[in-house]
C-alpha cells in the first residue's frame, strides 16, 4: 500500500519511513490547536492502519492553512562509493550547460545516490549554471525584491506579512531609497547626530547613504554622505537647506541647495550640485527653477530661471544639449506611469522604460527623446495646465485639461486632427500603462474609459473625485458610489462592493496585498477585506502604509 503521508510503497502495517511517527515542530502559537487535534488524528489514523488495507485520507480543509516543519527520524542508508560530485559541478562551470546535462546524467546513474542527494545535486547545478553565465545572472536573482506589507503607526515601523505585527524599527532609524518602498537601517556614523538629521536617503543598493543635519547653535544646514559601514564625509555646510534628490549605486549624490526666506517654509534660490564618492564637488546650476532625473538616461533635464532648458549628463559630469532658451514649461515623464508627462512629476524617475520630456517653447509643444536625443514637434500649445499622454510607437496622445478629454494622432508633420472624447468636472483620471487604457469620470458622473480615442461606458452615479488605480496591480481601479467603495480587477471587470464610504473618503492609497485590498475609511482608519469584497476588518490608527523591502 501507499503512505498516505510521504508517498512510499511499503507492506505491513505501517510505513517504515514514517514509523514511529514525525515530530511535529509548530513555528507559531497559533497553531497549538491544530498541532493536538492532528497528533490526535494520526493516532487513530496508525491504529486503524493495522485492521485495514486503506489508509484514512487526511482532511485537507482541516490542514490546509497548518504551518509546521516535519523532522523525520534518520533511516540507516546503504553504503555507497565515494563520489566528487563537486568536482563535476566545477566541471559545469568551466564548460558550461552542456557539461552541467552531462554532470547531472553521471551522477543519475550512481543507483540510489541521485535519489538521495537529489536536493542538494539540483541546487549546486543551479548555483553553478548562474555563475557560468556571468554576473548578469547572479545580479537579477540577488536584486529580486519581496515585496511585503508595512505600516507606521506613531514612531514605529512594523511588518504585517504575516499573522501578527511585527516591530521593525523606529520611523528615525529608517532609510528610504527614491522609491520610498525599499529601506535600510543603517548605524549612523559617529560624525551625524541622529537627533538632528532633517532628511536621508539611501542608494538602490543600500551601499551609499546621505543626511541633512541641522545645527540649531549656527543655523546651518550641513549634507553628509558615507558608505555603510564607514565615516561620513561632510560635503556642504551654510544657511541653506540641503534637498536630497538622487544616490546613484557608485555613491554620486544629486542634491540642491534651497534658500528658506520666511518661518513658514517660503523657498527662494535654489543651486543643484553633484557630489561624487571621490570626493569631487560639481555646481551644475546656479539659477535653478525645476530638475528631474532620469536614472536610467543618467541624464538631469535642467530648467533655470532664464528659461534656459538643457541635459547634463552626472555620469561624465558635463552639461549636454541645450534644448531651449525661451522654455515656458516643462512635461517630465511621470513615475507613476510610462508615457505619462506632467508638470507635477517627481524629480527622479527610475523608471528603465523613461526617456523623453515635452517642453513648450513659444507658445509650440516639442517632444524630445532622451535617448536618440531627437526633438519632434507636437502642435501649437493649448494651455500649460494640461496633462499629456503620448504614445510614441502607436502615434496618439491625449491632451488632459481641467475640463475635457482631447485625442489625436500625431504624424512627423504633427498633429493631424483633435478630437474631443469627453467634458470633465475635475481631472478626474487614471492612465493604465499596461494596457493603455485611460479611466475617468466625466461631467456627468459616468465612470468612462478610452482605448484610441473610443468612448466606453462603465457604470453611472460615480462620486467625483474618488477614482483611484490600485497598488500592486496592473490595472485595478476603485471609486465611489452611492456610499459604497468598489474595486475592478479591470475596466470591464465585475465591481466588487468593498465597504460604505462617504464622499470626503481618500482612495489614493487602496493596494492589494496576498488577495486582500488595503485602504482607508472616512475615519481615517485603516482597514482590509477580502478581494472578493467579503471579511471587512478593521486594521487600526495607521499613518501610512506600503508595499516595500526592508534590508539591515
Not at 185 to 191: A, K
Request: hydrophobic share 30%.
Amino acid at each position: 500500500m501507499k503512505c498516505p503521508k510521504c508517498g512510499q510503497e511499503y507492506e505491513g502495517s505501517a510505513c517504515p519511513n514514517c514509523e514511529p511517527g514525525p515530530e511535529i515542530i509548530v513555528n507559531n502559537a497559533d497553531y497549538l490547536r491544530r498541532k493536538e487535534a492532528y497528533e490526535k488524528k494520526q493516532a487513530e489514523k496508525e491504529s486503524a492502519s493495522s485492521h485495514t488495507d486503506k489508509p484514512q485520507k487526511e482532511s485537507e480543509e482541516e490542514n490546509a492553512d497548518d504551518r509546521r516543519a516535519v523532522k523525520k527520524k534518520p533511516q540507516e542508508q546503504p553504503e555507497y562509493e565515494e563520489i566528487d560530485y563537486l568536482g563535476m559541478m566545477k566541471k559545469v562551470y568551466d564548460t558550461g550547460k552542456e557539461a552541467a546535462g552531462s554532470a547531472a546524467e553521471e551522477l543519475k546513474k550512481r543507483k540510489g545516490f541521485f535519489s538521495r542527494y537529489r536536493k542538494r545535486i539540483i541546487a549546486a547545478v543551479l548555483v553553478v549554471c548562474v555563475l557560468a553565465g556571468g554576473g548578469f545572472g547572479i545580479y537579477k536573482l540577488a536584486s529580486r525584491k519581496n515585496y511585503v506589507l508595512y505600516m507606521s503607526s506613531g514612531a514605529k515601523i512594523y511588518n504585517v506579512a504575516g499573522l501578527e505585527n511585527n516591530y521593525v524599527c523606529e520611523n528615525k532609524q529608517a532609510v528610504f531609497a527614491v522609491d520610498n518602498r525599499t529601506f535600510y537601517t543603517p548605524q549612523f556614523p559617529q560624525q551625524i547626530d541622529a537627533d538632528a538629521v532633517t532628511n536621508t536617503l539611501a542608494s538602490d543598493n543600500g551601499e551609499y547613504f546621505a543626511a541633512t543635519v541641522y545645527d540649531e547653535g549656527s543655523a546651518q544646514y550641513a549634507l553628509y554622505t558615507w558608505k555603510d559601514g564607514q565615516d561620513a564625509v561632510q560635503v556642504s555646510k551654510n544657511a541653506y537647506d540641503k534637498d536630497i534628490g538622487y544616490i546613484t549605486n557608485k555613491g554620486k549624490v544629486i542634491y540642491s541647495d534651497v534658500e528658506v526666506v520666511n518661518e513658514e517654509g517660503g523657498l527662494g534660490a535654489m543651486q543643484l550640485y553633484v557630489y561624487d564618492a571621490s570626493g569631487k564637488l560639481t555646481l551644475i546650476e546656479g539659477q535653478l527653477k525645476e530638475y528631474f532625473v532620469y536614472a536610467a538616461e543618467e541624464k538631469i533635464a535642467c530648467y533655470n530661471k532664464n528659461n534656459v532648458l538643457y541635459l547634463y549628463d552626472y555620469d561624465e559630469n558635463k552639461k549636454e544639449n541645450e534644448l531651449s532658451d525661451s522654455v515656458r514649461s516643462v512635461y517630465a515623464e511621470s513615475a507613476k506611469a510610462d508615457n505619462f508627462f506632467t508638470a507635477k512629476a517627481d524629480t527622479v524617475n527610475t523608471s528603465k522604460n523613461a526617456h523623453a520630456l515635452i517642453f513648450s517653447d513659444d507658445g509650440e509643444w516639442y517632444y524630445y527623446n532622451i535617448s536618440e536625443q531627437k526633438t519632434k514637434y507636437m502642435m501649437q500649445e493649448l494651455s500649460s495646465s494640461v496633462e499629456i499622454i503620448y504614445e510614441e510607437k502607436a502615434g496618439y496622445l491625449y491632451l488632459l485639461a481641467p475640463n475635457k478629454i482631447t485625442y489625436a494622432e500625431l504624424s512627423q508633420d504633427g498633429i493631424k486632427e483633435r478630437v474631443q472624447v469627453d467634458t470633465l468636472l475635475q481631472a478626474d483620471y487614471e492612465y493604465l500603462p499596461a494596457d493603455n487604457i485611460l479611466v475617468y469620470i466625466n461631467a456627468d458622473g459616468t465612470l468612462c474609459y478610452s482605448e484610441k480615442g473610443k468612448k466606453s461606458g462603465i457604470t453611472s452615479g460615480v462620486t467625483a473625485g474618488t477614482l483611484s488605480s490600485v497598488d500592486n496591480t496592473q490595472n485595478g481601479i476603485t471609486y465611489i458610489k452611492d456610499g459604497v467603495q468598489y474595486y475592478c480587477a479591470s475596466v470591464k471587470g465585475s465591481p466588487v462592493k468593498m465597504c460604505e464610504q462617504t464622499e470626503q473618503t481618500d482612495t489614493a492609497y487602496t493596494l492589494l496585498y496576498k488577495n486582500r485590498l488595503y485602504f482607508y475609511d472616512a475615519d481615517g482608519q485603516l482597514y482590509s477585506c477580502a478581494k472578493k469584497g467579503n471579511g471587512l476588518e478593521k486594521v487600526g490608527d495607521v499613518s501610512r502604509f506600503w508595499l516595500g523591502t526592508k534590508y539591515q
